[in-house]
Nanobody, 125 residues
Framework: QVQVVESGGGLVQAGGSLRLSCAASGRTFTFSMNNMGWFRQAPEKEREFVAAISWSGGRTYYVDSVKGRFTISRDNAKNTMYLQMNSLKPEDTASYYC????????????????WGQGTQVTVSS
């Protein structure tokens, strides 16, 4: 069984920063061999791609709305992925989900096999 656990969410004022972490592990899961991604979902909206990172960390991808503000990274020695979020806006308010196991660095949530429970990010204006 694969465990995916997000942390680091919270309440922040517009313009502030947060860093999300995602720890993934399992008996049959090798973190360093898995492409990973971050998604978010606001109330009454569909789950939205935020960022993805290849297994080595050498390739990263972002949705246009967060480019220049968010940075995805990973530390394979710690089995952990991060999302540094700067210059936060009220429209960034959502539950943020970590995902793993896609065949590539994908924007499509259907391609990810493993998901965390989410961490809430709330940005006040």
């Amino acid at each position: 069984q694969v465990q995916v656990v997000e942390s680091g969410g919270g309440l922040v004022q517009a313009g502030g920063s947060l860093r999300l972490s995602c720890a993934a592990s399992g008996r049959t899961f090798t973190f360093s061999m898995n492409n990973m991604g971050w998604f978010r979902q606001a109330p009454e909206k569909e789950r939205e791609f935020v960022a993805a990172i290849s297994w080595s960390g050498g390739r990263t991808y972002y949705v246009d709305s967060v480019k220049g503000r968010f940075t995805i990274s990973r530390d394979n020695a710690k089995n952990t992925m991060y999302l540094q979020m700067n210059s936060l806006k009220p429209e960034d308010t959502a539950s943020y989900y970590c995902a793993a196991g896609a065949p590539g660095s994908s924007w499509n949530p259907r391609e990810y096999r493993y998901w965390g429970q989410g961490t809430q990010v709330t940005v006040s204006s």
